[in-house]
């Protein structure tokens, strides 16, 4: 068994699903390490264990990737007080896509699926896209939080952010010291919801701003998405809309004309935001998609819903076979994925429910991060109905 401190020399094997590389002492015992990236060796120094595995840190690079690059941002690293944000930002940008195309294919390689994966949707820009963000102050330094602990990593500026909230991160940054953003008595700090809505004076602490997709031209790709294979299908028929935010891909199904849509979210701010819009055919609805009596309630409701379009968080819909009884009429899913580890659990219950993968196409919403979006058409062949 390793010990604390002890040192040792590897070469990367895999990535884990939080970005981080995967080696193995000689021993046999598997650590995590942040910042190494397949098929380098390094020397790395044990950090802690848990489990049945451990965790290291680089100590010196022996032999790196050819797909490493210098970081262009000076927070970027994996020590106490670098930002953890954009962990892959040492790697070129071909090599991120071909890792989560890889993530995605492993995910999904189980469930033994009859289509191709299609390749990944890189992302046009791989800086300057990110529209939100959620900086961290104790009223006198401001950033983010170190990769993997609680500390604050000030920051003063950040290259991912788009320019107007580059200039909402600088005049935040000027306003410092403020005791208005110092943290309550058991917090260990404030936070700073940003947006291109809202100026530096407008910033309410530790109050979020309306959900968006964090990647303007990417999300205008997954409504486009949406909207051309939406566009194939009778609009007279019922769509039914889960975790349907304030409208972001509600405004596709309008958009195609359906008479009825019914727009189901589980925050109430969102669900009042989205019924003040007014939109035609839409019925926007409060159920919490994480319990099963609601869940049961809404069957009944959409009972005549016909089109399923769902993008959930990170957890996924895992009661989706709630939705699926004999009694169901769907027949086109939509599912618009941000985790393929939940996205596979959920497929499954579609497939077992009679459903076929049509399309499955992965999409890149935040370079420099492991994170990849799946966007999904089942269809029930009318054999299935």
């Known amino acids: 068994m390793p010990e604390l401190h002890e040192q040792f020399t590897a070469t990367v094997r895999d990535l884990g699903t939080d970005g981080s590389g995967i080696v193995e002492h000689p021993g046999g015992q598997v650590f995590f390490v942040a910042g190494v990236w397949p098929g380098e060796t390094a020397r790395f120094a044990v950090t802690g264990f848990k489990q049945r595995f451990g965790f290291a840190r680089l100590l010196e690079l022996l032999e790196p990737s050819p797909a490493r690059v210098t970081p262009p941002c000076v927070h970027h690293g994996t020590g106490p007080g670098d930002c953890g944000g954009c962990p892959w930002q040492f790697v070129n940008y071909a090599a991120q896509l071909e890792a989560k195309e890889q993530r995605v294919q492993r995910a999904l390689a189980r469930l033994q699926l009859t289509t191709e994966i299609a390749p990944i949707w890189g992302s046009p820009a791989i800086f300057g896209y990110r529209n939100r963000a959620q900086f961290k102050t104790d009223g006198r330094k401001l950033g983010y939080v170190a990769a993997g602990s609680r500390q604050l990593a000030p920051i003063a500026d950040c290259p ?208 420099h991060t492991p994170h990849v979006e799946l966007l999904c058409w089942l269809q029930r062949p009318a054999a299935s109905q």
Not at 175 to 204: C, I, M, Y
Not at 274 to 303: H, T
Not at 343 to 348: C, G, L, M, P
């Open 160 to 367: 991912i952010l788009t320019q107007p909230n580059r200039g909402t991160l600088q005049a935040l940054l000027q306003s410092l010291p403020n005791n208005l953003f110092r943290p309550g008595r058991k917090q260990d700090w404030t936070t700073l919801d940003v947006d291109e809505e809202v100026s530096a004076a407008e910033v309410v602490p530790n109050q979020r701003r309306p959900f968006r997709q964090g990647n303007a031209a990417q999300n205008l790709r997954m409504r486009e998405w949406l909207g051309a294979r939406v566009d194939q299908l009778d609009p007279s028929r019922t769509a039914l809309e889960l975790f349907s935010g304030s409208g972001n891909f509600t405004e596709m199904l309008v958009a195609a004309g359906f008479a009825r849509i019914l727009a189901v979210e589980g925050v109430e701010d969102s669900v009042q935001a989205l019924a003040a819009r007014q939109l035609p055919g839409v019925e926007a609805q409060r159920y919490n998609l994480f319990a099963e009596a609601d869940c049961s309630r809404l069957q009944e409701q959409a009972r005549d819903a016909s089109i399923l379009v769902l993008d959930p968080p990170r957890d996924g819909f895992k009661l989706a076979g709630l939705l699926l009884t004999k009694k169901h009429r769907l027949r086109d899913v939509f599912y618009i994925s941000c985790d393929p580890a939940t996205f596979a659990r959920d497929i499954d219950i579609f497939i077992g429910a009679g459903f076929r993968t049509a399309e499955i196409q992965p999409l890149d919403l935040f370079p």
